[in-house]
């Protein structure tokens, strides 16, 4: 059985940093395209970044956090993480982990002061 479970999320205020982690059971996360996506009420999701490491490591991410959000991969320890610095109000959202199409329950992240 797949699960994936995130944590990490939290209150901050704006300019601060949070490290959100994605723990993966039942598949090897290394196989696979890992995704963050988040959320916001009355909105679609979006994703946020994505990391493919067969053949090579290569990340993306989407405009609005270049620069300032970091995906990484822990292989040891089947996880997938995203190190979110210079955090925004508008990056106050759910954010979940995803693998094909496996979800986890999200983890809330406000940027407020």
């Known amino acids: 059985q797949v699960q994936l479970v995130e944590s990490g999320g939290g209150l901050v205020k704006p300019g601060g940093s949070l490290r959100l982690t994605c723990a993966i059971t039942?598949?090897?996360?290394?196989?696979?395209?890992m995704n963050w996506y988040r959320q916001t009420p009355g909105h679609e999701s979006e994703v946020v970044a994505g990391?493919?490491?067969?053949?090579?490591?290569?990340?993306s991410y989407a405009d609005a956090v270049k620069g300032r959000f970091t995906i990484s991969r822990d292989i040891a320890k089947n996880t997938v993480s995203l190190q979110l610095s210079n955090l925004r109000p508008e990056d106050t959202a759910v954010y979940f982990c995803?693998?094909?199409?496996?979800w986890g329950r999200g983890t809330q992240v406000t940027v407020s002061s």
């Open positions: 990391s493919w490491q067969i053949g090579g490591s290569d990340t």
């Open positions: 039942g598949i090897t996360a290394t196989n696979y395209r």
């Open positions: 995803n693998v094909l199409a496996f």
